[in-house]
Structure formats: structure tokens, C-alpha cells
């Protein structure tokens, strides 16, 4: 199995998601080179700058010129941490490729742990946070309410997981073969499968600067994991309309039946039974419409992200070196298509 992993460019390739980390980024990148210099393999940083609008670019830069293992890939807008790691496993040329957050709250000690489980024959290795801690009560259970639905519904159970993860080369690979627009890489880790392992952190107080994750972003991720990895709800939708017409036909009957006794308040019954399955068939448009809006961007073909510049790659080709690609040459993300949006 060793051999196998043994490869020339990089043993390790740390993709870190960064949107405004000014504040953050000379420590963690410290921190981050002080754990991987332990590992004792060749190792590169590969930043993904996913628009950020403070000096976290020129930071990256600056890093960039005094260590050439740090590179850089600059979005050319902000399209999210899921697309962000994407491109990273995209560009990422090592063995094993270990993605973690730029603001310290994935505590980079951790790595030895994840690299000492991948070295046993783990393929993927994912982190598991031991409490939530500084997440307010609202947000929380906000949270453990979509990991239910999830496990629910898909059978995963992702519970308190974080993008925090190590995979081996193949599952990278693996992983890079969906080109789905809406991204739930925890899902998607788990669909592809291999041996899987977990490790448990204490999540670490941010460096710097404030959470970029809305809850917005986190109603949308939770989303992602329910309707991508399922059809269970447009089912459930099927089985509540199936009893909610029978119950309305038995009603009806009871209805006529009853007619002569009750009238008149049946018409308010009738008037609430209309009410309530408007209010079905709402839903149930409503959850169509996650699944034809996933359809539609599936449709459009659109690339998950759009690079403007990729710094501390090997450029594959002359005219790359205005538009860079990933650094490998089999990336699904076709090359024409980035630079119609650029
Ligand atoms: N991030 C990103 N794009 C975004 C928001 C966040 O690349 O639109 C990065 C951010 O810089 C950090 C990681 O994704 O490295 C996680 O973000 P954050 O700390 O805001 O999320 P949380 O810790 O609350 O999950
Ligand atoms: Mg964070």
C-alpha cells in the first residue's frame, strides 16, 4: 500500500478555504507548517482564496514568496467553502490531501492523528468535533435538527462533522469524478466510500476575525446534504397526498351521509379541509422545486467555481500561464468553459 502512495511531487497537500482571514492567516500558517515540517515528507499549502475582499491575498502572496510549498488559488469571486475545497482537491497533488479551515478553529495537532490512521490503511479520515462549544442554542439545534433529517432520510449519519478530513489519494480522485454544482462534500465523502475512520477534536477558538457562515450558508448546506442525497421527501410527499385524498374521499362520504344532521358547520369543515391541502400541495411544490432547481443547475453546466489566478503551480502549457489550470491533467473542469466566464 505504501508504495503505491509513493509519488514524486508531494506526499501531503493541505487545501485550506479562505475567505477574509486577514487577521488569522500568519498564525495559522505557522502553526500549520510547524505540524507539517513533523511529518517529515514533502508537503505543499495550497490556499484557495474564495473572494476575499480584506488583505488575505496579499498575505498568501507574501507567504508564497518566502516558502514556494505555499501556492495559491484565487477565485475570482466568492463562491463558497465547499467549491473552495473542490478546487483544492482539484489542484492538490499529493499522496494523502488534508483540508482544514484558515482560522485555527481545526487545530492543526490534530493532522499527526489523521496521518497516523491513514499510515494504518485508511483511505478516508474524517474529524468528528467532541462539543460544540461558542455555537449559541438557537444555531445548535438548528444543526443537530438537519443531521437528523439527514440520517433520517439518506441513512448517513454526519453528525457534527467538519470539512476537517484527510483523504488518501484515490478517494480524492473519486470525489473529483462528481462534478455536482450543489456541493455537500461530507455527503459526498461518504457516498464514495473506502475504509473510513474517525477522529475526534476539540474545536479550537478562531484566531481572528468572525465566522463567514451564515445561517443562510448552513440552511443551504443542510439542504444540499437532505436533497442531494435523497429522494425520500418527494416519496413522503407521495405517500402524505395518497392519505390525505383517501381521508378526503372517506370525508366526503361521511359528509353526504351526515348531511341532513349537521349542515350548515359542515361547510367551515370543508372550507378547512380545502385549507389544508392547499397547504399540502404548497409543500409539495415547494419540494419539487428543490429537486427541479438542483435539475436546472445541473443543466446549465455551469463550472463549480472560476479561477482568476493559480500561483505556485507548474503551468501544463504555454497558454495557461494567463489562465491557469488545475495542476493535474485530468480535471473534469473543462478549460473552455472557465474562460467564457473570465
Ligand atoms: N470560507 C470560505 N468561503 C466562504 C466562507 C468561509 O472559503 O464563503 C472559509 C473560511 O475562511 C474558513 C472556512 O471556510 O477557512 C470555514 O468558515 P467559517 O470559519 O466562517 O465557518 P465555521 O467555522 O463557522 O464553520
Ligand atoms: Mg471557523
Redo the contacts with the bound molecule.
Sequence with gaps: MDKQRDITAVTFSFV??????AE?LPAFYSKLRAEADKLGQPYEIIF?????TDE?PEIIRSLHEDDDRVRCVSFSR????Q???TAGYDYAAGSAVIS????G??PPEVIAELVAKWRQGYEVVCTVKAHTKD?SLPRRLAVKCVYRLIRLLTGMDIADQ??FRLLDRKAVEAVRQVRERSRFLRGLVRWVGFRQAEVQYE?AD?LG?????TLG??ARMGSAGLFNFSVMPLRLIGLAGGTMTATAIVYAVAALILWPFVGGSLIANLVMLAVGLTGLQLAAIGVCGEYVGRIYDEAKGRPIYVVREAVGFEPAEEETQTQPQPARSDTPTEPSRIRLFT
Design positions: 485550506v478555504p479562505v475567505y477574509n482571514e488569522s484557495i482564496d474564495d473572494g476575499s488575505s466568492n463562491f463558497g467553502p467549491e473552495a475545497i482544514l479551515d484558515a482560522d478553529q481545526h455555537v467538519a470539512d474545536v478562531r476575525g468572525t465566522p463567514a457562515y450558508k448552513l
